[in-house]
């Protein structure tokens, strides 16, 4: 907020083109930095998505393998390998959760830059652009 509020782009000044460059180029990096979160984000949900068909299939088989199993050893062989995949189901969604949050981070970033500059424009646009005068008379006092 500062920033925006010292920028002379929200002040009666003006900016030059310079200035207005750089906030275009700001503006620019947050849709960057928000579409690469998003794309990233969609990216894990699709790979998720094929490889959930291929784990569903592979614990199936695991789980009829350890109920067959001819002893204890080998059951508990197979206990380890669907308590493995598990693990690492676990790894894919946490993957997924912090794709999740580095897309809402940068949506929350944009949008409090964006509001930033909402705010540092607004009180540009409302401030009192008439000076205090030094000496004020009251005119309804003044003799004639």
Partial sequence: MSYYK??????????????RAALEKTR??????QKAANDALFKGIKDQQENLKSDARQLEWLQSQ????????????YANQIASQQSNQLLQIRGLLLAQQNAIGAQLQAQTDR???????HKASTEPRIGKTPN???????KP
């Fill in 6 to 19: 010292s920028s002379p782009c929200f002040t009666s000044t003006g900016c030059s083109d310079a200035e």
């Fill in 28 to 33: 620019a990096l947050a849709s960057q930095s």
């Fill in 66 to 77: 350890a109920q067959g199993a001819k002893g204890q050893m080998e059951a508990i062989g």
């Fill in 115 to 121: 509001e930033a500059q909402q705010e540092a424009a």
């Fill in 136 to 142: 004020p008379k009251n005119w309804l006092q003044v």
